[in-house]
């Protein structure tokens, strides 16, 4: 149904000040054509604001945006042709839910009969077919975000915004929405900046991911590289769990506690502060007496903690260091029973591969 | 009561009795409210219509009503308040809308001296501020001063006494009753509905008219319905300021009690008064349909 296609979106050197606060500190950013690229930073990291710039509600001090070729950094809100679905879905209640949809075809002037038809069409593509006549204040939070998202949609955008669509439904719902959005996204084909500060939704749902913090782009990459390959701690830390291993870096030889680590390709290993990632469930619990591989790095600790988490488990280690690290695993009748009790010490295995090093802190992206 | 078997489960009858203790407490908590409704609102409108069918020798007679109907006096009476308040109602949504929308977008903070400032009028007595309107607008008030010194107008203009003096006074006194829930009501409204019709591809005036107007219109229509029935039994401003040209409903009553005594003819105006107002109020909620409109607005 898409008309023109996806258009790119270029931004360039955007700066929002609020007094001395830096809401984006000369953030670049380019977006591909048809692209689903999600913002994803903490409350106040300048994620929001910089969606609100591109959808024209804030004015930022100075910068470039572009949608394809055209400039569009002083164009007014209601002049730049994109969809946008807000946190609030800001359904309008003195309107039913055509009423709704075609509010921004009776702006573009189209045709009563066009009209009817398109809307029906854009609340089949959201699974709300002959819901046309229902009022707002009828429907369920899912179905008012389908709602919003048709409105956003039926117009035939080339650039979708969505502001945190989600974060208003329960789990169980999210969840399934996220998969059902990201169908949709292959089906339209329009460029979309998603904005969210669900790390998990970002990785379920993301062609690209933009970790945002203090108003920068601290590292903008494909999922499976922000989470296995993170530019700096803060990325780390913010997408998933992980423990952070300080480590000595002298002439190229990096050292846990004394003992050389072995690290896997892409590691660098720079001079200054670097930390040994260790995510919970890249470590895993060495069987007694069994030697270890060449390819493996062993932290030898004690058993602090115990968590059963239904599907998988949690236990927390103190490592002879006295740093704390946490290994998962599945809860399966053979890892359960073979499990070392609280107090007791143990031994895990972490693979050379996924063994990475983080500085403390990078120049942003 | 009879209809709930006896049950064998624990504490059933227990927990019943409990419940119904519950709801008897909380009725007579309010019961002090109910009664002084009953004292304050029932029995005095209610001896009012009892008035309004005695005749002036203490008999029940329907003569009162009669003369309402045979004098063509009382109609006009009765359509010049309801043109006065209606006029009057129309001015202060011309007036309070546009004041109410800037003190909407205005910071909280700043919105609240403004609001101060609306309100500090209405802190004052009635009274005062009618005289001090007859004071500005007589022949040699300040308004006629100014308007002949800027040459704007050359004879003194006729502002009070007349129909303009009342408009302009009691347009005044009523603005704030039209602005607070106004106010509220668009205070109320989430700036993503605006943002979201922009978004869309509304323009600034496009989205007020589609979007916010009708969002604001329960508070609107709220305020002018108490402004519309405030007017209609307005008595000290178009008293005074109307100079005896502009007679509405509330002074007849009173000539016809402080002048003639005659409690039964201005107990027979108040039941009209009221009638008729009760009458228009549920026919207009009947065609604009308030229930649909309310509906909507959370």
């Known amino acids: 149904m898409n008309r023109g296609g996806a258009l790119p979106i270029s931004v360039n050197r955007v700066t929002k000040t609020y007094g001395r606060f830096h809401a984006l500190d000369s953030v670049d950013l380019e977006v591909r054509s048809g692209e689903f690229l999600t913002l994803l930073g ?27 070729d055209r400039e569009v950094v002083r164009l007014a809100p209601h002049k730049r042709d994109v969809g946008m679905v807000f946190q609030s879905y800001a359904l309008f209640p003195h309107m039913d839910v055509a009423g709704n949809i075609g509010f921004p075809l009776r702006l573009r002037g189209v045709s009563r009969g066009d009209i009817a038809r398109r809307v029906e069409q854009a609340l089949e593509t959201v699974k709300l077919g002959g819901y046309g006549g229902r009022r707002i204040e009828q429907l369920s939070g899912g179905q008012r975000q389908r709602v919003a998202l048709a409105r956003a949609i039926v117009y035939e955008p080339r650039i979708l915004l969505m502001d945190e669509p989600l974060s208003a439904l329960d789990k ?8 059902e959005l990201r169908q949709l996204h292959e089906t339209l084909g329009m460029t979309t900046v998603y904005v969210t500060h669900d790390q998990r939704e970002a990785l379920t749902m993301s062609d690209r991911i933009a970790v945002i913090d203090k108003g920068r782009i601290m590292q903008l990459d494909t999922p499976r590289r922000i989470y296995e390959r993170p ?20 002439q190229g030889i990096v050292t846990l506690d004394g003992v050389p680590l072995k690290l896997g390709d892409g590691a660098e290993a720079a001079d200054g502060a670097m930390f040994l990632m260790v995510r919970p469930e890249k470590l895993r619990i060495l069987p007694d007496g069994q030697q270890s591989g060449p390819d493996v790095n062993v932290l030898a600790g004690r058993v602090a ?15 002879a260091s006295g740093a704390a690290v946490s290994v998962r695993g599945m809860t399966s009748s053979a890892a359960m029973a073979t499990l070392p009790q ?10 050379r591969s996924d063994a990475f090093l983080v500085p403390l802190e990078e120049k942003p992206a | ?9 624990p504490h059933a009858a227990l927990l019943h009795r409990d419940g119904v203790r519950e709801h008897w407490t909380l009725f007579s908590l309010s019961l002090p409210a109910l009664l002084l409704v009953f004292v304050m609102l029932v029995v005095p409108i209610g001896w009012l219509f009892w008035l309004s069918f005695l005749s002036d020798a203490g008999e029940f007679s329907l003569e009162h009503y009669r003369r309402l109907a045979s004098q063509a006096s009382y109609a006009r009476i009765f359509r010049t308040t309801f043109e006065v308040s209606l006029v009057t109602t129309a001015l202060c949504v011309l007036l309070g809308y546009p004041l109410a929308y800037l003190l909407a977008q205005l910071p909280r903070r700043i919105a609240a001296l403004c609001m101060i400032a609306v309100l500090l009028p209405f802190w004052t007595s009635v009274l005062v501020r009618t005289y001090a309107w007859l004071v500005l607008l007589q022949r040699q008030g300040i308004v006629n001063d100014w308007g002949m010194g800027l040459g704007l107008w050359q004879e003194p203009l006729p502002l009070v006494h007349n129909l303009a003096g009342t408009l302009i006074g009691m347009t005044h006194i009523m603005l704030p ?23 869309l591809g509304a323009s600034p005036s496009r989205a007020f008219w589609a979007v916010y107007l009708p969002l604001s219109l329960p508070g609107l229509v709220a305020g002018a319905t108490i402004v519309f029935i405030l007017c209609l039994g307005f008595y000290i401003t178009p008293a005074l300021l109307g100079g005896g040209r502009v007679i509405l409903v509330s002074m007849r009553i009173a000539t016809d009690i402080e002048l003639f005594f005659n409690w039964g003819a201005a107990s027979a105006l108040g039941v009209v008064l009221l009638v008729l107002t009760v009458a228009l109020l549920y026919l207009a909620s009947r065609l604009a349909g308030f229930e649909r409109l309310m509906g909507g607005a959370k």
């Not at chain 1, 998933?240 to 300080?246: K, Y």
């Not at chain 2, 009561?1 to 489960?9: D, F, L, V």
């Open chain 1, 172 to 179: 169980q719902l999210r969840e399934h929405m996220q998969v």
């Open chain 1, 42 to 68: 903490p409350s106040g990291s300048g994620k929001t604001t910089l969606l609100m710039v591109l959808a024209g509600f804030n004015r930022p001090d100075s910068g470039s945006v572009r949608f394809g």
């Open chain 1, 342 to 351: 609280t107090g007791e010490p143990v031994r895990l295995g972490l693979d």
């Open chain 1, 231 to 250: 530019s700096c701690r803060f990325v780390a830390e913010f997408v998933g769990e992980s423990a952070f291993l300080p480590v000595k870096v002298s």
């Open chain 1, 305 to 319: 903690r115990f968590i059963y988490q239904g599907e998988s488990f949690v236990l927390d280690v103190e490592l």
């Open chain 2, 1 to 9: 009561m009879s209809g709930i078997a006896p049950s064998s489960a």
């Open chain 2, 177 to 199: 009753y039209l602005i607070l829930p106004l106010y509220g009501s668009m205070r109320a409204i989430d700036g993503d509905y605006v943002k979201a019709a922009a978004n």
